[in-house]
C-alpha cells in the first residue's frame, strides 16, 4: 500500500535554518565569553542576570561576569 504522506526528500525547503535567520537578542545581551545572540541559547536567571547555553558563562545585562 502506497502512503499518501509527503516524502521529506520531495521537499524544496526541507533545509534547517540558518543560524542568522533565528530570533536574537540586542547585541548588548550577546554573551561576553562567546557572543552567543541567539535566544534559544540564553535563558534569563534574573532580570538582570543570564546564563549562556553554549559555553555555559553568566553575565549580568551590562556584560560583566556574574
Do not use: F
Request: proline share 12%.
Amino acid at each position: 500500500m502506497a502512503s499518501k504522506m509527503p516524502h521529506r526528500d520531495g521537499q524544496q525547503n526541507a533545509r534547517p535554518r540558518p543560524h542568522n535567520d533565528e530570533p536574537q537578542v540586542a547585541p548588548r545581551y550577546a554573551c561576553p565569553q562567546c557572543g552567543e545572540r541567539r535566544k534559544r541559547y540564553l535563558m534569563w536567571l534574573s532580570p538582570e542576570r543570564l546564563r549562556c547555553l553554549s559555553c555555559g558563562a553568566t553575565y549580568t545585562i551590562m556584560g560583566t561576569p556574574a
